[in-house]
């Protein structure tokens, strides 16, 4: 970036927790329904009504902060945070203001530079408001919303970053991460196109000169973007835009801008410098809460594996640098790939045909290892067949092709396209034998020290076999014939 | 204790309260009274008393994560002023505001 500032980025991500139930009522927690068919007088706002707190969304969000090497609080508190707008029917959010449930974690993103740790400050509970479905292309043109509660109450936790990240690269890692992170916890569906996982970036840019506190710096919130690449974008749209306003010598304003994914570019939305008076104070519905010792124990027994001991895990089993991180950054990949292995144990060839040919046919497919299309299982068995010699490396992808367009297993798609190689020493050593009568002049040639007329040679067999010879056999064969001829 | 203008009308911003200018004074005078009166809480001896968020000496009270019956999209809108395909109908949002 410029010599003269410093980028300063700080990332707020919300994420839903996949409880059953919402937050603080029985309604159920999930996406996609009717409008309005999963509310009640709690989630609805109703005078009177009264919260109670869903046990396992807080089990959910401890193992996030501790997976996010965070100091979990033995007492939190929740709190009001109040403002007016349509998706907010009590106009207060239940949330946690200054005793949060877990503070002082990390996410160490691996840089060309080298790993990094990003620290982060904060991870709160707090409810999700509901969804406004506006009337009109875009929030500007809107003549007006519709408001769909079922969203309302729904659990989220919101994790705040430290201003440590100095590049959109270093954003981009650091969303990256904390995905993959989260993904092994399998507490949230953290799908950004629909809303489960959401990303709002803070960016600055901090003259070199300057040398106050970062708080005072004056900060742009981009929000509502709905994919990784997105924050990136907007950030680095932010970067230039706040650049060229300092160059000119303007002021930057505290404000907060959304994204316009078609311009690529950021938008003001609210631009008062103190419009956000929210005023916080002690939820007198809930009281503390207050996690002992036995229950942070037992969240601890029951986190997975995670993602950096799995990396040290399959670089230990053999798996190359490169592809250790790309297995181990989609969950289900990496469950596809342990699957595949506990069948066919061989480890450099399954990575090998798993990230080359086998996820170019998922992809193709619009597919992902979620629901593959061609199971582990059967993938095994495909490999399984290249090493007994039935199938020529070549002719495998012809297979697996095959496999993923019907869904037949590898043994049904060989006999069906009548593939195999053909392995019986006798029917090619026929073969060759009759190649080596029709081509005397050939053979006189390789006799007379013509290496490359024995490879005219192979090629008029496997010609003669569809492909379907080894052509080290059928290499080895042709030796045998010609020097059993002189 | 006196209020200033520009507080009520902070506070009056807050709420989404439109005040007259010529409201100001009067409501900056009475709502000083209505703090003056709360002020009365600090005639109390609170010397042994520890600060505190609650007033209920109960900690994490919490419920299994069970889903229970909702109420029906009809039932659930039924105090809209206006309802469009089961959904509560706002005016425009000016300042595309929300958290
Ligand atoms: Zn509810």
Redesign the interface.
């Known amino acids: 970036m410029s010599d003269n500032y410093e980028v300063v980025i700080g990332l707020e991500v919300h994420v839903e927790l996949k ?3 919402k937050l603080f ?4 927690n999930l996406f996609g329904q ?8 709690v989630c ?1 706002g109703m005078p009177g009504a009264l919260p ?7 089990a959910l969000a401890t193992r996030a902060a501790l997976a996010l090497s965070c100091t979990v609080h033995s007492f939190s ?1 929740f709190d009001r ?1 109040q ?6 029917p009590k106009a207060y ?1 239940i949330s946690q203001y200054d005793q949060p449930l877990a503070t002082h974690g990390q996410v160490t993103i691996r840089t060309e530079a080298g790993p990094r740790a990003i620290g982060i400050e904060r991870i709160h509970l707090e409810e999700d ?1 509901g969804k ?2 506006h009337i009109g292309q875009r ?2 043109d ?8 079922n969203r309302a109450g729904v659990p989220l936790i919101e994790i705040v970053s430290q201003p440590e990240m100095h590049s959109p690269e270093e954003a981009r890692l650091y969303l990256t991460e904390l995905r993959t992170v989260l993904s092994y916890l399998d507490i949230s569906d953290l799908r950004m196109e629909e809303g489960s996982m959401r990303c709002d970036a803070n960016v600055s840019l901090r003259p070199l000169s300057y040398t106050g506190s970062l708080a005072d710096l004056p900060r742009v919130e981009i929000k509502n973007v709905n994919s990784f690449r997105n924050v990136q974008r907007g950030i680095e749209h932010e970067i230039i835009r706040q650049r060229e306003l300092l160059e000119q010598g303007i002021r930057i304003v505290k404000e ?1 801008r ?1 994204f316009d994914d078609a311009a690529g570019t950021t938008y003001s ?2 631009s008062k410098e103190a ?1 956000n ?1 929210y ?1 916080y104070f ?1 939820e ?1 519905d ?6 002992d010792a036995v229950w942070l124990e037992d969240q601890k027994n029951q986190m997975p594996s995670l993602p950096e001991e799995l990396r040290h895990q399959l670089a230990a089993e053999g798996v190359l640098p490169r592809d250790v991180d790309v297995l181990v950054q989609d969950r289900a990949l990496y469950g596809f790939w342990r699957q595949t292995v506990a069948i066919y144990p061989d480890v450099k060839l399954v990575t090998n045909w798993l990230l080359s040919d086998y996820s170019r046919h998922m992809n193709a497919k619009g597919l992902s290892f979620d629901n593959p299309g061609v199971s582990a299982p059967h993938l095994a068995e495909l490999l399984a067949l290249i090493e007994d010699g039935t199938l020529s490396g070549k002719m495998a992808k012809e297979v697996l092709e095959s496999m993923f367009a019907t869904g037949e297993s590898p043994q049904v798609v060989v006999k069906r396209l009548g593939l195999s190689q053909i392995t019986d020493h006798e029917a090619i050593r026929l073969i060759v034998s009759q190649i080596v009568e029709a081509n005397p002049a050939v053979v006189a040639d390789f006799l007379g020290g013509k290496e490359k007329a024995l490879a005219f040679l192979v090629g008029q067999v496997m010609k003669a076999t569809k492909g379907q010879a080894k052509p080290d056999l059928v290499n080895a064969l042709l030796r045998e014939v010609i020097a059993s001829h002189v | 204790m006196l209020l200033s203008k520009e507080e009520v009308l ?1 506070v009056a911003n ?1 709420a ?1 309260l439109s005040v007259e200018p010529s409201e100001l004074e009067e409501m900056a005078g009475t709502l000083s009274r209505v703090l003056e009166y709360i002020d009365l809480l600090n005639e109390l001896d609170t010397e042994s008393v520890s600060p505190t ?4 000496e ?16 009809e039932l ?2 039924q105090n809209g002023p206006q309802v ?10 000016l ?5």
């Open positions: 409880t059953a139930s009522c029985g309604c159920a009717d409008p309005n068919t999963h509310t009640c007088p609805l109670v707190l869903n046990r396992d969304a807080v508190k945070k403002y007016f707008y349509p998706d907010l959010q408001a406004l479905n929030l500007g809107a003549t007006g919303s519709l408001v769909d509660l907060t959304g939305q609210r419009a008076d005023r002690p007198p809930l009281p503390p809460l207050v996690l | 902070h807050l989404r968020s609650q007033v209920v109960q900690h994490t009270v919490w419920r299994s994560d069970v889903i229970q019956d909702s109420l029906s999209a659930a809108t469009v395909s089961a959904m509560f109908v706002v005016p425009k949002i300042d595309g505001g929300g958290q």
